[in-house]
């Protein structure tokens, strides 16, 4: 059997196209999907026209027990998971002081109490293995933070920091850990992004370009398959941060 991937937040934007490309690929994925059931209906019958067969699985990633859900059905039908890519999150774009104690639970649940708890449950089968890879999406915001959007920052330099502590611990198994920070891409999170503003992201970007999904995904695949880099928080963004 080829590689088992789950992928969270898989029915639009980056999630999508990296569980539609793993598939492509030959790995055996589980897509995670909450609010945009039909979205995932159409990822399964698009790779389903190919003779590709994946799993859509619905499940609020926010949510402690509904991670354990996810994790349970992959386990109890492959009897394994050798990859966890933590794609679910959402953003948010508002003034600090205006930021309600509602919202900020939200924000960090769905992108930091996701990831934890996804790995959490992930690596107790990793580690029995002795061989797995988590890779975390997170987002330039993470390095250079971004203003009116404190909580989204907060959240994914959270994430950052998980992914290079869990590095350390989980080596030992034989399990890496590693951070996607994508730059700016073009995806349905930035749909409020005016041409304007997109203009302006080009020419602070060395690549005069804005990002696609599959620039993310390629890079995905790559940690996937490599077997040699962990702790890391790599960040395909044109050039716009280079530290």
Known sequence: MSKVVVVTGASRGIGRNIAYNLAVNGYTVVANYNASEDKAISLKEELKSQNIDIDIFKANVSKINEIKKLIDFTIEKYGRIDVLINNAGI??????????????????????YSVFFASQEAARYMIKAHSGCIINISSIYGLTGGSCEVAYSMAK????????????????SNIRVNSVAPGAIDTDMNKNVTEEEWQAIKDETPLM??????????????????????????????????T
């Not at 959270?158 to 989980?170: F, I, Q, S, Y």
């Open 157 to 172: 330099a959270g994430v950052d920091g998980l992914t290079k502590a869990l590095a350390k611990e989980l080596g030992p």
């Open 209 to 242: 370009k804005i990002g696609k999904p599959i620039d993310i995904t390629r890079c995905v695949k790559w940690l996937v398959e490599d077997e040699f880099t962990t702790g890391q928080v790599i960040s395909p963004n044109g050039g716009l941060v280079i």
């Open 91 to 112: 953003s948010e774009e508002k003034l600090f002081t205006d930021i309600t104690e509602e919202e900020f639970d939200r924000m960090i649940k769905t992108n930091m």
